[in-house]
Protein backbone atom coordinates (compact mmCIF):
# COMPACT_ATOMS: atom_id res chain seq x y z
CA UNK A 1 0.00 0.00 0.00
CA UNK A 2 1.27 3.35 -0.92
CA UNK A 3 2.76 5.08 2.19
CA UNK A 4 2.28 8.51 1.36
CA UNK A 5 -1.22 8.51 0.35
CA UNK A 6 -3.50 10.18 2.69
CA UNK A 7 -6.61 8.88 3.46
CA UNK A 8 -8.97 11.32 5.23
CA UNK A 9 -11.60 8.48 5.73
CA UNK A 10 -9.17 7.00 8.14
CA UNK A 11 -8.31 10.17 10.15
CA UNK A 12 -12.43 10.99 10.46
CA UNK A 13 -13.37 7.78 11.50
CA UNK A 14 -9.99 7.51 14.00
CA UNK A 15 -11.46 10.84 15.37
CA UNK A 16 -15.42 10.11 15.40
CA UNK A 17 -14.11 7.51 17.59
CA UNK A 18 -12.38 9.47 19.88
CA UNK A 19 -14.93 12.17 19.93
CA UNK A 20 -17.59 9.88 21.35
CA UNK A 21 -15.49 9.05 24.03
CA UNK A 22 -17.08 12.54 25.55
CA UNK A 23 -20.56 11.22 25.35
CA UNK A 24 -19.66 7.95 27.25
CA UNK A 25 -17.84 9.05 29.68
CA UNK A 26 -20.78 12.13 30.57
CA UNK A 27 -22.38 8.82 30.82
CA UNK A 28 -20.53 8.39 34.26
CA UNK A 29 -21.97 11.84 35.65
CA UNK A 30 -25.71 10.19 36.52
CA UNK A 31 -29.14 8.32 34.96
CA UNK A 32 -29.73 10.13 31.71
CA UNK A 33 -32.39 6.86 30.10
CA UNK A 34 -32.00 5.76 26.99
CA UNK A 35 -28.76 8.60 26.37
CA UNK A 36 -27.11 6.17 29.08
CA UNK A 37 -27.00 2.95 25.98
CA UNK A 38 -24.15 5.10 24.59
CA UNK A 39 -21.68 3.82 26.55
CA UNK A 40 -22.92 0.03 26.20
CA UNK A 41 -23.09 1.14 22.00
CA UNK A 42 -19.69 2.78 22.45
CA UNK A 43 -18.13 -0.93 23.85
CA UNK A 44 -19.39 -3.00 20.62
CA UNK A 45 -16.38 -0.92 18.75
CA UNK A 46 -14.87 2.20 19.85
CA UNK A 47 -11.55 0.86 21.32
CA UNK A 48 -11.28 -2.00 19.01
CA UNK A 49 -11.86 0.55 15.75
CA UNK A 50 -9.47 3.42 17.08
CA UNK A 51 -6.46 0.26 17.94
CA UNK A 52 -7.48 -1.18 14.53
CA UNK A 53 -6.35 2.22 12.77
CA UNK A 54 -3.54 2.52 15.27
CA UNK A 55 -1.98 -0.63 14.12
CA UNK A 56 -2.84 0.48 10.50
CA UNK A 57 -0.64 3.63 11.12
CA UNK A 58 2.03 2.29 13.02
CA UNK A 59 3.08 0.09 10.69
CA UNK A 60 3.16 2.70 8.02
CA UNK A 61 5.10 5.10 9.70
CA UNK A 62 7.67 2.24 11.02
CA UNK A 63 8.15 1.30 7.29
CA UNK A 64 8.78 4.97 6.88
CA UNK A 65 11.19 6.17 9.59
CA UNK A 66 12.85 2.63 10.50
CA UNK A 67 13.20 1.43 14.30
CA UNK A 68 15.21 4.54 16.18
CA UNK A 69 13.30 6.93 14.42
CA UNK A 70 9.76 5.55 14.69
CA UNK A 71 10.27 4.48 18.43
CA UNK A 72 11.66 8.12 19.25
CA UNK A 73 9.13 9.85 17.67
CA UNK A 74 6.30 7.82 18.83
CA UNK A 75 7.47 7.25 22.70
CA UNK A 76 7.68 11.12 22.68
CA UNK A 77 4.55 11.87 21.09
CA UNK A 78 2.53 9.27 23.57
CA UNK A 79 5.11 9.09 27.10
CA UNK A 80 5.26 12.73 26.92
CA UNK A 81 1.21 13.49 27.30
CA UNK A 82 0.53 10.53 29.09
CA UNK A 83 2.83 11.22 31.74
CA UNK A 84 2.45 14.98 31.73
CA UNK A 85 -1.55 14.24 32.33
CA UNK A 86 -1.05 11.80 34.98
CA UNK A 87 0.93 14.46 36.87
CA UNK A 88 -0.88 17.14 36.12
CA UNK A 89 -4.52 16.82 34.66
CA UNK A 90 -5.96 13.57 36.63
CA UNK A 91 -5.35 14.33 40.28
CA UNK A 92 -7.64 17.19 39.82
CA UNK A 93 -9.73 15.38 37.71
CA UNK A 94 -10.22 12.65 40.58
CA UNK A 95 -10.71 15.24 42.97
CA UNK A 96 -13.98 16.25 41.12
CA UNK A 97 -15.12 13.19 40.59
CA UNK A 98 -14.51 12.08 44.49
CA UNK A 99 -16.48 15.30 45.17
CA UNK A 100 -19.15 15.17 42.21
CA UNK A 101 -20.18 11.95 43.17
CA UNK A 102 -19.71 11.90 47.07
CA UNK A 103 -20.63 15.49 48.46
CA UNK A 104 -23.19 14.13 50.66
CA UNK A 105 -20.35 11.88 52.74
CA UNK A 106 -17.74 14.38 51.91
CA UNK A 107 -18.65 17.98 51.40
CA UNK A 108 -15.35 18.85 51.60
CA UNK A 109 -12.90 16.46 50.38
CA UNK A 110 -9.53 16.58 49.56
CA UNK A 111 -6.71 15.31 47.82
CA UNK A 112 -6.32 12.40 51.19
CA UNK A 113 -9.62 11.58 50.41
CA UNK A 114 -8.89 10.95 47.11
CA UNK A 115 -5.87 9.26 48.05
CA UNK A 116 -7.39 6.61 50.39
CA UNK A 117 -10.34 5.97 47.90
CA UNK A 118 -8.05 5.44 45.52
CA UNK A 119 -6.69 2.60 47.82
CA UNK A 120 -9.61 0.98 48.85
CA UNK A 121 -9.22 2.56 52.32
CA UNK A 122 -13.07 4.50 52.39
CA UNK A 123 -15.89 3.67 50.00
CA UNK A 124 -16.71 5.91 47.06
CA UNK A 125 -18.74 6.24 44.25
CA UNK A 126 -18.04 7.54 40.71
CA UNK A 127 -15.19 5.78 38.69
CA UNK A 128 -11.93 5.91 41.13
CA UNK A 129 -9.29 4.76 39.26
CA UNK A 130 -5.80 6.95 38.82
CA UNK A 131 -5.18 6.10 35.09
CA UNK A 132 -8.84 7.15 34.32
CA UNK A 133 -9.28 7.17 30.11
CA UNK A 134 -5.46 7.42 30.05
CA UNK A 135 -5.61 3.54 29.69
CA UNK A 136 -5.65 3.50 26.05
CA UNK A 137 -2.33 6.03 25.80
CA UNK A 138 -0.35 2.73 28.08
CA UNK A 139 -1.74 0.11 25.43
CA UNK A 140 -0.62 2.21 22.60
CA UNK A 141 2.76 2.03 24.10
CA UNK A 142 3.06 -1.63 24.70
CA UNK A 143 2.11 -2.07 21.28
CA UNK A 144 4.37 0.32 19.73
CA UNK A 145 7.00 -0.70 21.07
CA UNK A 146 6.34 -4.42 19.65
CA UNK A 147 5.61 -2.87 15.84
CA UNK A 148 9.61 -3.81 14.73
CA UNK A 149 9.50 -7.33 16.23
CA UNK A 150 6.06 -8.29 14.96
CA UNK A 151 6.16 -6.74 11.06
CA UNK A 152 7.65 -9.02 9.58
CA UNK A 153 5.19 -11.56 10.78
CA UNK A 154 2.18 -9.18 10.16
CA UNK A 155 3.62 -8.93 6.74
CA UNK A 156 3.96 -12.84 6.09
CA UNK A 157 0.50 -13.05 7.62
CA UNK A 158 -1.42 -10.53 5.54
CA UNK A 159 0.60 -11.73 2.30
CA UNK A 160 -0.42 -15.86 3.14
CA UNK A 161 -4.07 -15.39 3.94
CA UNK A 162 -3.78 -12.77 0.47
CA UNK A 163 -2.74 -15.81 -1.26
CA UNK A 164 -5.68 -18.32 -0.35
CA UNK A 165 -7.99 -18.80 -2.82
CA UNK A 166 -10.57 -19.50 -1.04
CA UNK A 167 -10.10 -15.28 0.25
CA UNK A 168 -10.14 -14.24 -3.50
CA UNK A 169 -14.02 -16.55 -3.76
CA UNK A 170 -16.38 -13.71 -5.34
CA UNK A 171 -14.63 -10.81 -4.96
CA UNK A 172 -13.36 -11.55 -1.31
CA UNK A 173 -16.78 -12.26 -0.03
CA UNK A 174 -15.45 -14.25 2.71
CA UNK A 175 -12.85 -12.07 4.10
CA UNK A 176 -14.29 -10.14 6.79
CA UNK A 177 -15.29 -13.54 7.96
CA UNK A 178 -12.05 -15.11 8.22
CA UNK A 179 -10.54 -12.06 9.72
CA UNK A 180 -13.12 -11.64 12.49
CA UNK A 181 -12.92 -14.94 13.41
CA UNK A 182 -9.27 -14.83 13.89
CA UNK A 183 -9.43 -12.25 15.98
CA UNK A 184 -12.24 -13.73 18.08
CA UNK A 185 -9.87 -16.61 18.43
CA UNK A 186 -7.09 -14.74 19.56
CA UNK A 187 -9.08 -13.20 21.89
CA UNK A 188 -10.74 -15.76 23.31
CA UNK A 189 -6.65 -17.47 23.97
CA UNK A 190 -5.88 -14.19 25.89
CA UNK A 191 -8.83 -14.62 27.78
CA UNK A 192 -8.38 -18.01 29.11
CA UNK A 193 -4.27 -17.26 29.73
CA UNK A 194 -5.71 -14.32 31.85
CA UNK A 195 -7.88 -16.37 33.54
CA UNK A 196 -5.30 -18.90 34.13
CA UNK A 197 -2.69 -15.80 35.83
CA UNK A 198 -5.41 -15.69 38.34
CA UNK A 199 -7.55 -12.73 39.37
CA UNK A 200 -4.51 -10.69 40.71
CA UNK A 201 -3.46 -10.05 36.55
CA UNK A 202 -7.09 -10.68 34.64
CA UNK A 203 -8.73 -8.38 36.74
CA UNK A 204 -6.08 -5.59 36.59
CA UNK A 205 -7.59 -3.40 33.77
CA UNK A 206 -4.44 -2.20 31.99
CA UNK A 207 -3.07 -5.94 31.16
CA UNK A 208 -6.81 -7.14 30.12
CA UNK A 209 -7.04 -4.46 27.94
CA UNK A 210 -4.00 -4.30 26.56
CA UNK A 211 -4.25 -8.08 25.45
CA UNK A 212 -7.50 -8.14 24.54
CA UNK A 213 -7.07 -5.12 21.55
CA UNK A 214 -3.90 -6.11 21.10
CA UNK A 215 -5.14 -8.64 18.40
CA UNK A 216 -7.43 -5.49 16.86
CA UNK A 217 -3.80 -3.52 16.46
CA UNK A 218 -2.26 -6.28 14.49
CA UNK A 219 -5.32 -6.32 12.29
CA UNK A 220 -4.83 -2.60 11.38
CA UNK A 221 -0.81 -3.75 10.88
CA UNK A 222 -2.41 -6.78 8.26
CA UNK A 223 -4.77 -4.27 6.29
CA UNK A 224 -1.77 -2.14 5.93
CA UNK A 225 0.48 -4.65 4.36
CA UNK A 226 -2.08 -6.34 2.41
CA UNK A 227 -4.06 -3.72 -0.57
CA UNK A 228 -6.74 -7.00 -1.19
CA UNK A 229 -7.55 -7.57 2.49
CA UNK A 230 -7.90 -3.86 3.22
CA UNK A 231 -10.24 -3.76 0.35
CA UNK A 232 -12.07 -6.43 0.95
CA UNK A 233 -12.77 -6.32 4.74
CA UNK A 234 -14.27 -2.98 4.26
CA UNK A 235 -17.80 -4.10 3.62
CA UNK A 236 -20.95 -3.92 5.55
CA UNK A 237 -20.86 -7.70 5.94
CA UNK A 238 -24.03 -9.87 5.39
CA UNK A 239 -22.78 -13.30 6.08
CA UNK A 240 -20.82 -11.98 9.03
CA UNK A 241 -24.02 -10.30 10.06
CA UNK A 242 -26.27 -13.78 9.85
CA UNK A 243 -23.47 -15.46 12.23
CA UNK A 244 -23.81 -13.24 14.79
CA UNK A 245 -27.64 -12.70 15.04
CA UNK A 246 -27.68 -16.80 15.30
CA UNK A 247 -24.74 -16.32 17.68
CA UNK A 248 -26.77 -13.51 19.69
CA UNK A 249 -30.10 -15.32 19.73
CA UNK A 250 -28.29 -18.24 20.88
CA UNK A 251 -27.36 -16.54 24.05
CA UNK A 252 -31.16 -15.45 24.58
CA UNK A 253 -32.82 -18.60 23.98
CA UNK A 254 -30.45 -21.54 24.76
CA UNK A 255 -30.03 -22.18 28.37
CA UNK A 256 -26.06 -22.47 28.83
CA UNK A 257 -23.61 -23.38 31.59
CA UNK A 258 -21.49 -20.27 33.10
CA UNK A 259 -18.47 -21.10 31.53
CA UNK A 260 -19.77 -21.37 27.95
CA UNK A 261 -22.60 -18.73 28.28
CA UNK A 262 -18.92 -16.87 28.97
CA UNK A 263 -16.95 -17.97 26.57
CA UNK A 264 -19.89 -17.28 24.21
CA UNK A 265 -20.46 -13.93 25.57
CA UNK A 266 -17.01 -12.88 24.36
CA UNK A 267 -17.40 -14.44 20.99
CA UNK A 268 -20.00 -12.49 20.24
CA UNK A 269 -18.23 -9.66 21.53
CA UNK A 270 -15.58 -10.02 19.45
CA UNK A 271 -17.51 -10.70 16.22
CA UNK A 272 -19.52 -7.20 17.09
CA UNK A 273 -15.98 -5.49 17.01
CA UNK A 274 -14.92 -6.69 13.83
CA UNK A 275 -18.35 -6.09 11.86
CA UNK A 276 -19.03 -2.70 13.31
CA UNK A 277 -15.62 -1.68 12.54
CA UNK A 278 -15.42 -2.97 8.98
CA UNK A 279 -18.52 -1.60 8.16
CA UNK A 280 -17.27 1.75 9.43
CA UNK A 281 -14.32 1.72 7.34
CA UNK A 282 -16.76 1.17 4.30
CA UNK A 283 -19.02 3.70 5.40
CA UNK A 284 -16.64 6.44 5.95
CA UNK A 285 -14.73 5.12 2.42
CA UNK A 286 -17.81 5.76 0.88
CA UNK A 287 -19.57 8.50 2.56
CA UNK A 288 -16.61 10.69 4.61
CA UNK A 289 -13.43 10.62 2.61
CA UNK A 290 -12.56 13.98 2.24
CA UNK A 291 -11.21 16.97 4.15
CA UNK A 292 -11.68 20.84 4.57
CA UNK A 293 -11.20 23.19 7.53
CA UNK A 294 -13.40 21.51 10.08
CA UNK A 295 -11.70 18.09 9.74
CA UNK A 296 -8.33 19.66 9.57
CA UNK A 297 -9.17 21.55 12.87
CA UNK A 298 -10.45 18.42 14.50
CA UNK A 299 -7.71 16.12 13.62
CA UNK A 300 -5.28 18.84 14.81
CA UNK A 301 -7.13 19.13 18.37
CA UNK A 302 -8.54 15.87 19.07
CA UNK A 303 -5.74 14.57 20.98
CA UNK A 304 -5.72 17.76 23.53
CA UNK A 305 -9.16 16.96 23.58
CA UNK A 306 -9.15 13.56 24.56
CA UNK A 307 -6.50 14.44 27.22
CA UNK A 308 -8.62 16.99 28.74
CA UNK A 309 -12.38 15.82 28.41
CA UNK A 310 -12.44 13.83 31.27
CA UNK A 311 -11.32 16.99 33.52
CA UNK A 312 -13.74 19.07 31.38
CA UNK A 313 -16.82 17.37 31.88
CA UNK A 314 -16.38 16.91 36.02
CA UNK A 315 -15.73 20.81 35.96
CA UNK A 316 -18.84 21.50 33.55
CA UNK A 317 -20.88 19.02 36.20
CA UNK A 318 -19.85 20.58 39.15
CA UNK A 319 -20.67 24.31 37.84
CA UNK A 320 -23.95 22.98 36.22
CA UNK A 321 -25.40 20.90 39.70
CA UNK A 322 -25.11 24.02 41.57
CA UNK A 323 -28.30 25.64 39.48
CA UNK A 324 -29.82 22.73 36.87
CA UNK A 325 -30.64 18.96 37.55
CA UNK A 326 -28.54 16.84 35.65
CA UNK A 327 -31.04 15.71 33.10
CA UNK A 328 -30.83 14.91 29.63
CA UNK A 329 -30.80 18.67 28.23
CA UNK A 330 -27.20 18.21 30.84
CA UNK A 331 -25.93 15.30 28.77
CA UNK A 332 -26.23 16.90 25.24
CA UNK A 333 -25.00 20.32 26.99
CA UNK A 334 -21.86 18.69 29.07
CA UNK A 335 -20.99 16.77 25.77
CA UNK A 336 -21.07 19.89 23.16
CA UNK A 337 -19.72 22.29 25.61
CA UNK A 338 -16.66 19.68 26.41
CA UNK A 339 -15.55 19.09 22.88
CA UNK A 340 -15.73 22.82 21.99
CA UNK A 341 -13.86 23.77 25.20
CA UNK A 342 -11.43 21.37 24.23
CA UNK A 343 -10.89 22.50 20.51
CA UNK A 344 -10.71 26.25 21.86
CA UNK A 345 -7.96 25.12 24.46
CA UNK A 346 -5.80 23.60 21.42
CA UNK A 347 -6.84 26.17 19.10
CA UNK A 348 -5.95 29.49 21.23
CA UNK A 349 -3.48 27.47 24.27
CA UNK A 350 -1.67 23.83 24.10
CA UNK A 351 -1.11 24.47 19.93
CA UNK A 352 0.40 28.30 20.59
CA UNK A 353 3.11 27.91 23.58
CA UNK A 354 6.06 25.32 22.24
CA UNK A 355 5.83 24.15 26.37
CA UNK A 356 2.58 23.00 26.29
CA UNK A 357 2.76 21.57 22.76
CA UNK A 358 5.27 19.22 23.69
CA UNK A 359 3.91 18.47 27.18
CA UNK A 360 0.04 17.69 25.81
CA UNK A 361 0.93 16.97 22.14
CA UNK A 362 4.36 15.66 22.51
CA UNK A 363 5.16 17.89 19.43
CA UNK A 364 8.32 19.91 18.93
CA UNK A 365 8.40 23.57 17.60
CA UNK A 366 9.74 22.27 14.81
CA UNK A 367 7.24 19.43 13.94
CA UNK A 368 4.35 21.77 15.50
CA UNK A 369 5.14 23.97 12.68
CA UNK A 370 5.21 21.49 9.50
CA UNK A 371 1.88 20.00 10.87
CA UNK A 372 0.50 23.54 11.04
CA UNK A 373 1.93 24.03 7.84
CA UNK A 374 0.38 21.02 6.18
CA UNK A 375 -2.93 21.90 7.36
Known amino acids: MSEMRRLHYVDNLRVTCMLL ?63 SSLLLLNPVTLLLVFRYHNAAAWPDAGFPEVWQALNGSIPARGRMVWHLHLWFLFSLIAYICCVPLVSGGAARLAAWLSGLGLMHWRGGVLVPSVLAFGVTGLIVTMVVLLRLAGPQVSETWLIRATLVYSPFFLLGMMFFCSEFLWQAAQRVDLPLLAVLVLLMAVQQLVPLSGTIEGALSQVVLALQRCWISFALLALFHRWIDRRNDLSDLLSRSIYTVYLFHYLIIYLLATLWVQVLPMDKTAFVAISVATAMAGILLHSLVIERIPLLNF ?13 RKST
Do not use: C, W
Not at 35 to 50: K, N, Q, Y
Not at 359 to 371: D, S, W
Open 359 to 371: LFNGKLVAQAEAV
Open 21 to 83: GILVHVTTLGDFGAFGLVAEFSDMFRMATFFMISGFLGIMLYRRYGTRRFLGNRMRNLAVPLI
